[in-house]
């Protein structure tokens, strides 16, 4: 593993020098074990500990076989699913992994009594599998999270629509949380070139899945002008998504949980940040019973910073808890488009607000690779930045799925894997410089980036 790492962080090292490092017969993942999935039975979500059931273990490696790739992951990142998958709701990640074993003989390996988790990285090629041409040893790249088989022809317009859809790192083996990935080679994209191996690693999932709910004519397709209502705009998605909206001649109006993300908003330019904590809005009554009073008092709320217009567009991803809000708010004929639900899955909403003002709810799920694609390229050129916030060590993976759980973090939460240190893997350290302000945003204690041409300091 030493060979590896000696060769990732030499920007000389040629494809050939890849080709013949030596793999090895194992590596170290963070995982899940099948013999603990009941551990947490019992509890309240709130009481449970991904810190807990998430170990640092030495599984096989795999081989990969037609279209896929094993990459050396030098950096990966903490995902809500991480966290599902931890505290095996809502079902345990094995079913996934049993049900997928069952699909295919060459799936049959990803039903083990462990789980590999993790739905980022980046990092470098070590090995591709037959059919691969594109990617080759050496090119460093990030992933996108979509796994897909596309034998079925519901696929060929918009591969998210393929009955064998997966989620890599979750509904799948051999995850990015670990030294080495087994990936799909059309899960692949370039490294953005001004970027370290751990920012790099922070936007693959969301960025992509902000992409397709805001942009994509699958999601909500936003126009210039459109208002858009962003949940947690200073959390993984909504980081990104208020970045979206910006960029796209939007006005994002931003809700946020406490001051300190309130200034991170603004710090993306956003000017319409609404506190949540300071302005009180409870939108259920009791567990049962939700609020319309609260529905409405939020949506004054809006047109008293938009001047008057209600939100175009609302991101959703809470679920239960502000679901009937986000109906209630959305303007006659705009679109509550909606993923994830962090705060539960099942949904209750008044339909009159709905039918009788031709709103639309679209349920968007991550993106296809044209999708992701295309909001890496943006990362690439500058005009999207990642957010993140706190950096962990891979043996310290069960804490930052900890943080994730209780939402004590800000944008993402990053893991190195092979990576000795932060601030390596920069190969455009001129485009760094004109971004780095923006790149270092959401981090608590920046420090001085590291000079050009060297490997030294985290930006």
């Known amino acids: 593993m030493e060979q590896i790492v000696s060769a990732a962080l030499d920007a000389s090292a040629a494809p050939e020098d890849f080709s ?31 810190g807990k059931s998430l170990h640092l273990r030495d599984v096989p490696t795999p081989t990969p076989g037609p279209g896929e790739a094993l990459i050396a992951v030098m ?22 992994l049993e049900r997928y074993g069952r699909s295919r003989p060459s799936a049959a390996r990803h039903d083990q009594p462990f789980h590999v988790v993790g739905s980022d990285l980046s990092g470098v090629v070590l090995r591709t599998g037959p059919g691969v041409r594109k990617w080759r040893p050496g090119d460093r790249v990030v992933a996108h999270c979509l796994s897909v088989e596309l034998e079925s022809a519901d696929g060929h317009d918009d591969t998210m629509l393929d009955p064998d859809q997966r989620i890599w790192g979750y509904e ?35 960025n992509s899945t902000a992409y397709r709910q805001l942009v994509s004519r699958n999601g909500a397709a936003m126009k210039q002008g459109d ?50 904590a300071e302005e009180g809005y409870r939108f259920w009554k009791d567990e049962t019973t939700p609020d319309p009073r609260e529905w409405k008092r939020f949506g004054a709320r809006i047109r008293e910073l938009t001047g008057g217009d209600d939100a175009d567009i609302v991101l959703e991803h809470p679920g239960r808890e502000t679901f009937g809000a986000s109906v209630y708010v959305t303007r ?24 009788m003002s031709l709103k639309r709810i679209v349920g968007s ?29 891979l ?35 001129g485009m760094r410089e004109q971004h780095l302000t923006a790149i270092n ?19």
Request: with cysteine; aromatic share 8%.
């Open 75 to 96: 950096a990966s990142s903490v995902n809500y699913n991480t966290v599902w998958s931890a505290l095996f709701e809502p079902v345990s990640t094995f079913a996934f």
């Open 332 to 355: 006659r004929g705009g679109t509550i488009v909606t993923c994830a639900s962090t705060s539960g899955y099942r949904h209750e909403y008044d339909n009159r607000y709905l039918w």
């Open 441 to 459: 945003r959401f981090r608590t204690a920046p420090q001085p980036d590291a000079p050009a041409g060297t490997e030294a300091a985290r930006s």
């Open 20 to 50: 013949s490092l030596p793999v090895p017969e194992s590596y170290r993942g963070a995982v899940v074990l099948k013999e603990e999935a009941g551990m947490f039975e019992g509890l309240a979500t709130k009481d449970k500990d991904p």
């Open 172 to 206: 799948t083996n051999y995850g990015g949380l670990a030294e080495l990935a087994l990936v799909k080679a059309n899960q692949l994209m370039p490294k953005p070139r001004h970027l370290t191996w751990e920012e790099s690693a922070a936007s693959g999932l969301v």
């Open 227 to 276: 208002t858009v209502l962003i949940w947690g705009a200073a959390g993984g998605l909504g980081s990104y998504a208020t970045q979206l909206v910006r960029n796209g001649g939007g006005t994002p109006v931003c809700v946020v949980s406490d001051e300190r993300k309130a200034e991170l908003a603004r710090s993306m330019g956003a000017e319409l940040v609404i506190n949540r």
């Open 395 to 429: 043996e310290d993976t069960g804490q930052a799925a900890r943080e994730v759980h209780h939402n004590q973090h800000s944008g993402k939460v990053g893991v190195l894997c092979l990576a000795p240190q932060e601030g390596l893997g920069v190969d455009d350290p």
């Open 365 to 393: 799920h991550f993106a296809n690779y044209r999708e992701a694609w295309e909001a890496n390229r943006l990362i690439a050129r500058g005009q999207i930045h990642p957010t993140l916030s706190t950096v962990h060590r």
